[in-house]
């Protein structure tokens, strides 16, 4: 991979909105290149999505976002990738992760209530042949989302440090 297909990479990922005249400048190469290399991993589909990550607190959208952990039991000739499909089908799921360790799965949801969770999990989830068990944690604040500090006001409500 060129250095400037790595650097047009880096641009995208902190910043989507960026026109292929600002990756150029950035990039430090012509408008034409960065067109082709972002048309290039568009087509390959290296780029999964263009999207804006929204905090919740501040434009005031109340959501419960659960991360559940679920083991599995991978069917013969099928493995965790048909598991993988069943589960990403559900609308309530927004990631997916295969992992190492302790469980298989990272199943990052978002539903409008607690109870939608819990119905998630009970009524979809853990009906599934495939899935041994769950484990479910909610998450309470984000401070660090896909590299972006979450809330920039976030000194407003730190304490002061006491000195001893």
Same mark, same amino acid.
């Given at each position: 991979?060129?250095?400037?297909?790595?650097?047009?990479? #880096?641009?995208?990922?902190?910043?989507?909105?960026? *026109?292929?005249?600002?990756?150029?400048?950035?990039?430090?190469?012509?408008?034409?290149?960065?067109?082709?290399?972002?048309?290039?991993? !568009?087509?390959?589909?290296?780029?999964?999505?263009?999207?804006?990550?929204?905090?919740?607190?501040?434009?005031?959208?109340?959501?419960?976002?659960?991360?559940?952990?679920? #083991?599995?039991?991978?069917?013969?000739?099928? $493995?965790?990738?048909?598991?993988? !499909?069943?589960?990403?089908?559900?609308? !309530?799921?927004?990631?997916?992760?295969?992992?190492?360790? $302790?469980?298989?799965?990272?199943?990052?949801?978002?539903?409008?209530?607690?109870?939608?969770?819990?119905?998630?999990?009970?009524?979809?989830?853990?009906?599934?042949?495939?899935?041994?068990? *769950?484990?479910?944690?909610?998450?309470?604040?984000?401070?660090?989302?896909?590299?972006?500090?979450?809330?920039?006001?976030?000194?407003?409500?730190?304490?002061?440090?006491?000195?001893?």
């Amino acid at each position: 991979m060129t250095e400037t297909k790595q650097s047009i990479i #880096r641009l995208l990922e902190s910043n989507a909105h960026y *026109t292929t005249e600002e990756l150029a400048r950035l990039a430090g190469t012509d408008a034409e290149t960065a067109k082709n290399i972002v048309k290039e991993l !568009e087509e390959t589909g290296a780029v999964i999505k263009y999207a804006t990550i929204f905090d919740n607190d501040v434009i005031e959208r109340e959501v419960v976002e659960a991360l559940i952990e679920v #083991r599995v039991t991978p069917q013969k000739n099928r $493995g965790f990738d048909a598991i993988a !499909e069943d589960i990403y089908g559900f609308d !309530e799921v927004k990631s997916l992760y295969l992992m190492s360790g $302790g469980y298989d799965l990272a199943v990052f949801v978002e539903c409008k209530t607690l109870r939608a969770v819990s119905a998630f999990v009970s009524d979809k989830l853990s009906t599934l042949d495939t899935v041994l068990s *769950t484990a479910t944690h909610f998450i309470l604040k984000k401070y660090k989302v896909e590299g972006a500090v979450a809330h920039e006001n976030h000194n407003e409500n730190k304490r002061l440090a006491i000195k001893l």
